[in-house]
C-alpha cells in the first residue's frame, strides 16, 4: 500500500503503439502513474515522475476527443482522460509546487552549508585570537 498523497485520479486510456489499453491514472505529490485493468495485454504500471516532465499539452488528434499529452525527456506518453483541462491544471499546480519545494529545499541547504562555513571562519578567529 502506498504512503503517498493522492492528489486526483481518474479513468484514462493509455495509447501505446496503435492501441489504447485502459485504466486508471492517479495524480500523487510527485509522480502521475498510470494503472492499467489486469485483462490489457500490457499490466505493468506506468510511472512518470514529475520533475521528468517537460511539457503537458491537450491535443486533439484522436478521433476519442482531446487527449492529454505528457512530454517527457526522450518520448511522449498520450492519455485520453476525462476532463482533460482539469488533468492539465492539477498536473501544472503540482509540478510547480514540487518545483517551488525544490527551490526551498535548496535555499535552505545553501543557508545552513553558509552558516557552518560562518561557523568555521568564526571558531578560527577565535582560535587566533587565543594563540
Not at 492519455?79 to 509540478?95: A, C, D, G
Request: glycine residues 4%.
Amino acid at each position: 500500500m502506498s504512503n503517498k498523497k493522492e492528489v486526483y485520479k481518474g479513468f484514462a486510456n493509455h495509447y501505446r503503439k496503435l492501441l489504447f489499453e485502459g485504466g486508471k491514472l492517479f495524480l500523487y505529490e510527485d509522480e502521475l502513474v498510470f494503472k492499467p485493468y489486469f485483462f490489457n495485454l500490457s499490466r505493468k504500471p506506468i510511472t512518470i515522475p514529475l520533475n521528468k516532465i517537460k511539457a503537458v499539452e491537450i491535443d486533439s488528434f484522436f478521433v476519442f476527443g482531446p487527449n492529454l499529452c505528457i512530454t517527457l525527456l526522450r518520448e511522449e506518453e498520450i492519455f485520453s482522460v476525462f476532463h482533460p483541462k482539469v488533468w492539465y491544471e492539477y498536473i501544472r499546480k503540482q509540478i510547480n509546487k514540487c518545483r517551488h519545494q525544490k527551490n526551498t529545499a535548496s535555499t535552505i541547504i545553501k543557508q545552513i552549508a553558509s552558516s557552518d562555513k560562518e561557523s568555521r571562519e568564526q571558531s578560527k578567529h577565535k582560535r587566533k585570537l587565543e594563540l
